[in-house]
Nanobody, 125 residues
Framework: QVQLVESGGGSVQAGGSLRLSCATS????????MGWFRQAPGKERDFVAA????????LYADSVKGRFTISRDNAKNTVYLQMNGLKPEDTAVYSC??????????????????WGQGTQVTVSA
């Protein structure tokens, strides 16, 4: 069945970088827009970034614009999130999600039908 598995999280100092990966299986990857969300302890899940089915369009939360880059490799069924200039407020569990045949990029978590388990990102000051 459908699986989304995130990797690449870890602990870094402020200003550092991490590259998250989300490997998918059990779905036709090119039929899904892909998104990244994050959730800090005791907080709501927030939209981070999303990318269209073929990678032609991207959308970012204002809080990460200019620092994060989402990309996808349809040949590898994988979506990435390059995170540069990390800040302590970026600390959260980052999850990838799949939005079926989403020709419009959505920012609401409710639009995404499949989710990974998340990977922890911790940024120290």
């Amino acid at each position: 069945q459908v699986q989304l598995v995130e990797s690449g999280g870890g602990s870094v100092q402020a200003g550092g970088s991490l590259r998250l990966s989300c490997a998918t299986s059990g779905l036709t990857f090119s039929s899904y827009a892909m998104g990244w969300f994050r959730q800090a302890p005791g907080k709501e899940r927030d939209f981070v970034a999303a990318i269209s089915l073929n990678g032609g369009r991207t959308l970012y939360a204002d809080s990460v614009k200019g620092r994060f880059t989402i990309s996808r490799d349809n040949a590898k069924n994988t979506v990435y999130l390059q995170m540069n200039g990390l800040k302590p407020e970026d600390t959260a569990v980052y999850s990838c999600a799949a939005d079926f045949r989403a020709y419009t990029i959505h920012t609401s978590a409710s639009s995404y039908v499949y989710w990974g388990q998340g990977t922890q990102v911790t940024v120290s000051a």
